[in-house]
């Protein structure tokens, strides 16, 4: 993330009751004297980051929006960090976000969200609101004429899990319910697909079990996360399709040494019969446009290699294959998938750890660019 727009935006939108010195000074850290946001996100009342959108994901072309992200600590946590300033927080504050943008073939998004972070990490929340139209395509048994469609409609999503007697298991829940418009542009009809246009709702109730050892929520530089989930779609919850799906993955993060890191992802879907097209599982990873593979099945690997430059700058390398393939199809028959790039990292807000950057990636059709607020998984 380029630090001249994060600077400028933050500086249109300050409180002009503050001299311009006085104002920018919220913006350097009195441990290094580097630009870093935790004061004012902190510290400041009105106090918020501006996060600016550039987005160049293939399904849906280029464009960009903004996000206003809005911290709060209890007071628990800010006794605790004006005690220990040059200390990372240990439990993140909550967060509330506004979230805007529009792309080059005109889809749009906006919404609201809140992550709630209760009782002494023992109680993780995240919930939201969004309305959306989006141009997609979709591939059709592999092929490479893909069949174009407008989706729009709205989403909306509850989630919850809790801290296992102070271990780091976590069981929790989640509700999701998705209604939408999808218009096809076809000449002839296609699987799964009742007409060129029609109205669904999509809900499920999921159950999952998360096991979290990472050292911060935002940009983790090690520990572990791993999980299990099943979801349950199905007319008892206010949806129109009955099916389950089922998600599993793990995500590591080791210390080489000092100033190097190393980043592993393994990451399996699954879907029963009855999933409608857009819900089948697909490749995500950076440098593939989403559903472009997509099958019943997908199972993925990624690594990602870092290297500090200093306290503040970090570099990193990373590379992935994937897998999607449908129930009466073997994994050995389905072709890899690959795709691989670099990116830069830059501690903006050192107090709670954040990291923001870019990644540059090349699957296997085209480059992509990423503007990436902590870490990519």
């Not at 990490?121 to 092929?143: M, P, T």
């Not at 909306?156 to 096809?184: C, K, P």
């Not at 690997?301 to 870092?306: D, N, R």
Request: some cysteine.
């Amino acid at each position: 993330m380029p630090l001249k727009t994060i600077t400028a935006a933050i500086a249109l939108l300050g409180c002009v009751s503050h001299s311009q010195a006085d104002f920018m000074e919220q913006f350097r850290d009195s441990k290094d004297g580097k630009f870093d946001v935790s004061q004012w996100i902190l510290d400041n009342a009105v106090g918020f980051m501006p996060v600016p959108l550039i987005v160049t994901e293939p399904a849906v072309g280029a464009g960009g929006g903004a996000a206003l992200l809005f911290f709060h600590e209890t007071d628990e946590q800010k006794a605790i960090r004006q005690q220990n300033p040059d200390d990372v927080s240990g439990i993140p504050p909550s967060v509330t976000g506004v979230v805007g943008l529009a792309t080059s073939n005109g889809s749009k998004l906006a919404g609201v969200f809140h992550s709630g972070n209760w009782k002494e990490d023992n109680i993780r929340y995240l919930g939201g609101f969004f309305g959306a139209s989006f141009n997609l395509k979709q591939y059709e048994n592999g092929s490479d004429k893909p069949n174009e469609f407008n989706m729009q409609g709205h989403y909306f999503f509850q989630d919850i899990d809790f801290r296992i007697a102070g271990s780091n298991f976590f069981v929790g829940a989640d509700y999701v319910n998705m209604s939408s418009t999808t218009l096809f542009k076809l000449a002839d009809p296609i699987e799964g697909v009742p007409s060129p246009e029609f109205d669904s709702v999509d809900a499920h109730v999921g159950v999952k079990l998360t096991y979290d050892s990472l050292d911060n929520t935002f940009s983790a530089r090690s520990g572990t996360k791993a999980g299990i989930k099943a979801k349950f779609h199905g007319k008892k919850v206010g949806g129109d399709f009955d099916y389950q799906d089922y998600h599993l993955f793990v995500n590591n993060y080791t210390r080489l040494s000092p100033k190097w890191g190393l980043g592993v992802r393994l990451d399996g879907k699954s879907a029963t019969e009855g999933v409608p097209f857009y819900a089948k599982p697909f490749i995500d990873m950076r440098g593939m446009a989403a559903m472009r593979y997509q099958a019943d099945n997908t199972a993925l690997g990624e690594i990602e290699l870092s290297y500090d430059i200093d306290d503040r700058w970090t570099v990193l390398g990373f590379a992935g294959t994937g897998k999607a393939f449908d129930h009466n199809q073997s994994f050995s028959d389905a072709k890899w998938q690959s795709a691989q790039g670099g990116g830069f990292r830059y501690l903006i807000a050192r107090q709670l750890g954040i990291r923001a950057g870019i990644d540059i990636a090349k699957g296997p059709e085209e480059w992509t660019t990423y503007i990436q607020f902590g870490g990519a998984w």
